[in-house]
């Protein structure tokens, strides 16, 4: 079984929107043109762009960090965005 990732996109608007997913290249694809599977918030703001991805062993672990990173505020996101990764074995950023 694959490995389970946390992701934020970047919203047209400029907002930052959090998931989980195990193909983060289709779910950012699902977001951007499917009516039916993309988020609630994503499809009135679109075209979403993948900013940020975090890989995780569990479906329970990408959630519980999924809950960290949307309690962080925008600046906080902003910063996890664009620090290194702290474990680069783990993290793959996409800037």
Known sequence: MGKWNVYMVRCSDGSLYTGIAMDVAQRVVEHNTNDVLAARYTRPRRPVMLVYQEQCDTR?????????????????????????????CCVTLIR
């Open 60 to 88: 329970s672990a990408a959630s519980k960090r999924e809950y960290e990173i949307k309690q962080m505020d925008k600046k906080e996101k902003l910063m996890l965005i664009v620090a290194e990764p702290p474990y680069t």
